[in-house]
C-alpha cells in the first residue's frame, strides 16, 4: 500500500510504501480495542480512594447499651455502618486496578488501530517534524492550515526538542516518541500524524514479533 508523504509546509516529499500486515487490515475488530482500552485505562487509575473501617474509626467501641431490657436491638459499638459518624460497609480500599492483556492481544490492537486510520482517510505521513525556533503560534497556524486541530504526532525515535517545545501548549495537540504510541491516544484523535522514521521503527517492531 502507498500512501503519499508530505512535508510541514504542505508541499509533496514523495511517497511511502505501508505494510499491509500492519496499516492494511480490512476488517476492524471493535471488541480487540475495547478490551485494549479498558485495560489502558484501568492501569492508570491512582486506586487511591479510600474509606475508614471499623478499625480505623476514632469514635467509641464501648457498648451503647444494655443487652437485654430495653426493647431495642442488640448493638455493640457507634463505629457500626449503621449509625450516622460510623464506618462504611464494604467501601473502597487502596488498591490496583491493573490487571493482565496478552502481549498478542495488545500488539494485534494496535495495527487494527493503525489500519482504522488508514481505513478512515486520517492517517498522514510526513517527512519529518522540527521546527526552527519554538514559536508555538507559528505552529498553531501551521497546523491549521493542514487541518489538523485534534492530532496525535508520532515523531520518531526522539521528539526534536524545538518542535515539543512548540506543540505542547497547543489544545488537542499530542506529540509522543515511538515507545509513546498507544491505542487510546490514536482512537481519540483525528487525526494520526506519522514521520518515515516512526513508520519504519512501527513496522520494524512487528517484524520481529512475527519472527519471534
Same mark, same amino acid.
Given at each position: 500500500?502507498? *500512501?503519499?508523504?508530505?512535508?510541514?509546509?504542505? @508541499?509533496? %516529499?514523495?511517497?511511502?510504501?505501508?505494510? !499491509?500486515?500492519? #496499516?492494511?487490515?480490512?476488517?476492524?475488530?471493535?471488541?480487540?480495542?475495547? /478490551?485494549?482500552?479498558?485495560w489502558q485505562l484501568a492501569k492508570?487509575?491512582?486506586?487511591? +480512594?479510600?474509606?475508614?473501617? =471499623?478499625?480505623?474509626?476514632? /469514635?467509641?467501641?464501648?457498648?451503647?447499651?444494655? &443487652?437485654?431490657?430495653?426493647?431495642?436491638?442488640? +448493638?455493640?459499638? =457507634?463505629?457500626?455502618? &449503621?449509625?450516622?459518624?460510623?464506618?462504611?460497609?464494604?467501601?473502597?480500599?487502596? $488498591?490496583? +486496578?491493573?490487571?493482565?492483556?496478552?502481549?498478542?492481544?495488545?500488539?494485534?490492537?494496535?495495527? +487494527?488501530?493503525?489500519?482504522?486510520?488508514?481505513?478512515?482517510?486520517? *492517517?498522514?505521513?510526513? !517527512?519529518?517534524?522540527?521546527?526552527?525556533?519554538?514559536?508555538?503560534?507559528?505552529?498553531?497556524?501551521? #497546523?491549521?492550515?493542514?487541518?489538523?486541530? @485534534?492530532? *496525535?504526532?508520532?515523531?520518531?525515535?526522539?521528539?526534536?526538542?524545538? #518542535?515539543?517545545?512548540?506543540? =505542547?501548549?497547543?489544545?488537542?495537540?499530542?506529540?509522543?516518541?515511538?515507545?509513546?504510541?498507544?491505542?487510546?491516544?490514536?482512537? $481519540?484523535?483525528?487525526?494520526?500524524?506519522?514521520?518515515? %522514521?516512526?513508520?519504519?521503527?512501527?513496522?520494524?517492531?512487528? %517484524?520481529? @514479533?512475527?519472527?519471534?
Amino acid at each position: 500500500m502507498k *500512501l503519499s508523504v508530505i512535508k510541514l509546509d504542505g @508541499k509533496a %516529499a514523495g511517497d511511502v510504501e505501508l505494510s !499491509d500486515a500492519v #496499516f492494511g487490515i480490512a476488517d476492524i475488530r471493535g471488541d480487540l480495542l475495547a /478490551r485494549y482500552v479498558n485495560w489502558q485505562l484501568a492501569k492508570r487509575r491512582a486506586g487511591t +480512594h479510600k474509606v475508614q473501617t =471499623r478499625n480505623e474509626n476514632s /469514635r467509641t467501641g464501648k457498648k451503647m447499651y444494655k &443487652q437485654k431490657g430495653t426493647g431495642g436491638a442488640r +448493638h455493640g459499638s =457507634r463505629r457500626a455502618p &449503621q449509625f450516622v459518624g460510623g464506618s462504611r460497609a464494604f467501601g473502597p480500599v487502596v $488498591r490496583d +486496578h491493573g490487571y493482565s492483556l496478552p502481549k498478542k492481544v495488545r500488539a494485534l490492537a494496535l495495527r +487494527h488501530a493503525l489500519s482504522s486510520k488508514v481505513k478512515a482517510g486520517n *492517517l498522514v505521513v510526513v !517527512d519529518s517534524v522540527s521546527v526552527k525556533e519554538p514559536k508555538t503560534a507559528a505552529l498553531r497556524e501551521t #497546523f491549521g492550515k493542514l487541518g489538523w486541530t @485534534k492530532a *496525535l504526532i508520532i515523531a520518531g525515535p526522539e521528539v526534536e526538542a524545538n #518542535f515539543g517545545l512548540a506543540a =505542547r501548549n497547543i489544545p488537542h495537540i499530542d506529540v509522543l516518541p515511538n515507545a509513546g504510541l498507544n491505542v487510546y491516544d490514536i482512537l $481519540r484523535a483525528d487525526k494520526l500524524v506519522l514521520t518515515k %522514521a516512526a513508520i519504519e521503527a512501527i513496522e520494524a517492531r512487528f %517484524a520481529e @514479533k512475527e519472527a519471534a
